[in-house]
């Protein structure tokens, strides 16, 4: 319970680590609710899109007749956060992905998916992560893209700190929306979540 607040958040539960989401929600405090149909869209405060695959998630999306809706809401403001599947489908343009697939333009900014190579499929690393400062975030990368343009409105939050790709943006917000090329939801700590949370219950000025 956020200043008495209980914000309901939907999490996009088409495909991926829709479970985990929920329960990081729930410890932040917030009322987790899966999103598949336009009517669940509708009755919530604000959206977690989870990590999975995200071009089966944008089929999905056509599929579920979500896809317009989402766009919609993201337009008129919704808060949203997207975990690495979930920031592709953000951006307003995605790098090696199906011709085929849809983005929903919550975030000015160009996304290569896949894009740590094949040595560094995988891993995991300590970031700093603006806002956040009691201590580095672990951050897990599952396949997981990078942001190589951000738009002049959006607010660069975490780089990869070392290693071959030092420097690499991997978190950012535009307004109320929130995007993170890793995975909070699978190391235990809240606090990214949390920071989503609070835009429920603090929207940020100008937008
Ligand atoms: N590689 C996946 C994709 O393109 C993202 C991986 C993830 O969400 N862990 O959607």
Request: hydrophobic residues 45%.
């Amino acid at each position: 319970m956020l200043d008495g607040v209980t914000p309901r958040i939907g999490v996009l539960a088409l495909q991926g680590d829709v479970r985990e989401h929920t329960h990081a929600l729930a410890a932040c405090g917030a009322e987790p609710v899966a999103v598949r149909r336009e009517s669940e869209l509708a009755a919530v405060d604000g959206l977690v899109l989870p990590g999975g695959e995200s071009t089966a998630i944008s089929k999905l999306l056509e599929v579920f007749e979500l896809l317009e809706p989402l766009r919609q809401r993201l337009r008129d403001g919704m808060p949203a956060y997207g975990s690495c599947a979930g920031m592709i489908l953000l951006a307003n343009e995605v790098l090696d992905t199906r011709p085929d697939m849809h983005t929903l333009n919550g975030i000015d900014m160009t996304v290569r998916r896949n894009a740590f190579g094949r040595q560094v499929d995988s891993f995991e690393t300590d970031l700093e992560f603006a806002g956040l400062d009691d201590g580095p975030v672990r951050a897990v990368f599952i396949r997981a893209p990078w942001v190589e343009r951000a738009g002049a409105d959006v607010e660069v939050l975490a780089r990869v700190p070392s290693g071959p790709a030092a420097g690499t943006i991997v978190a950012v917000r535009q307004g109320n929306v929130l995007a993170t090329s890793f995975h909070p939801e699978v190391t235990g700590d809240l606090r990214v979540h949390r920071l989503f949370v609070e835009t429920l219950v603090r929207p940020r000025a100008g937008v």
